[in-house]
Every structure is written in structure tokens, then in C-alpha cells.
């Protein structure tokens, strides 16, 4: 099951993209590790992601600082692993292409008009979706 999220290509290996690369390497690096993800864009953009204060201030608290070289190695996928079950909910306009591919290898999709972290700011509206997909694959 994929939640908004990046779905490899149907080879390996799993490499992050160009404009990726130049996002993380625009970034400040401490002790070799890159800032929370939050920092990485304006903090109105987190106010926009996650309304609520309080859940916001919790979900930023959570947030690691992983290692620069994390993004360097890449990721192998196993052959044909695009043809075993799987199902995609997409929440963002960001991902309209993973949600595509999806489509198109047949799995279950569907597509909420909402935002990335709409996980953690609208639980129960996503678990009910994720439910009813994985009731669709086979």
C-alpha cells in the first residue's frame, strides 16, 4: 500500500531524481546529517501542511535528521515487484504521477483532494480509504 508516495519504476535500482538531488544539496549539512524535513521548506509551508498547532509542534518533534550520504546509495527493487498486489492513495498533486503509473500496472488507486501529511491531520478519512483499497487488491 502506497500513501502518497513515490513509486519506483518497474527496474532497479531506485535513484533519488536530478531536481532531488539539488534540493538536498542546496541544503545545510550538520555532523554529515541534513535538517528535519519541515526545515527544508518555509515554515509557512508546514502551517499550510498541518493546521493545528499542537499536532504540528508534535509531528516536527518527531522528525529525524538523516544522513546526507542517505540519499547517495541506491535502492534495489526486486524483478517484477510491480506485479504483486499493491494499491496507491494518492493525497497531493505532487504525486499524480506515482498515482498514474499505478493505474496503469492495475492496481486499486484512488485520489483524495487533500495534502501530504493529511495522514496524520485526517487519520480516520485516509484509513477509511487505505481499508477500502486494500479490500480492492487481489
Do not use: I, K, M
Given at each position: 500500500m502506497f500513501v502518497d508516495a513515490l513509486v519506483p519504476g518497474p527496474?532497479?535500482?531506485l535513484r533519488p531524481s536530478g531536481p532531488f538531488i539539488e534540493l538536498v544539496d542546496a541544503l545545510p549539512v550538520a555532523d554529515g546529517r541534513l535538517p528535519p524535513w519541515n526545515e527544508w521548506w518555509p515554515p509557512e509551508v508546514m502551517?499550510?501542511?498541518?493546521?493545528?498547532?499542537?499536532?504540528?509542534?508534535?509531528?516536527?518533534?518527531e522528525l529525524p535528521r538523516v544522513s546526507r550520504s542517505f540519499y547517495?546509495?541506491?535502492?534495489?527493487?526486486?524483478?517484477?515487484?510491480?506485479?504483486?498486489?499493491?494499491a496507491y492513495?494518492?493525497?497531493?498533486?505532487?504525486?499524480?504521477?506515482?498515482?498514474?503509473?499505478?493505474?496503469?500496472?492495475?492496481?486499486?488507486?484512488?485520489?483524495?483532494?487533500?495534502?501530504?501529511l493529511d495522514l496524520c491531520v485526517h487519520p480516520g478519512r485516509v484509513a477509511e480509504q487505505v481499508s477500502d483499497l486494500l479490500g480492492d487488491v487481489r
Open positions: 527496474t532497479s535500482p502551517v499550510e501542511l498541518v493546521p493545528d498547532d499542537e499536532l504540528r509542534r508534535r509531528l516536527t518533534a547517495d546509495e541506491p535502492v534495489a527493487v526486486p524483478d517484477r515487484w510491480f506485479e504483486r498486489p499493491n492513495l494518492q493525497l497531493s498533486p505532487a504525486y499524480d504521477d506515482d498515482h498514474d503509473r499505478a493505474a496503469a500496472w492495475g492496481w486499486p488507486t484512488r485520489r483524495l483532494d487533500g495534502r501530504h
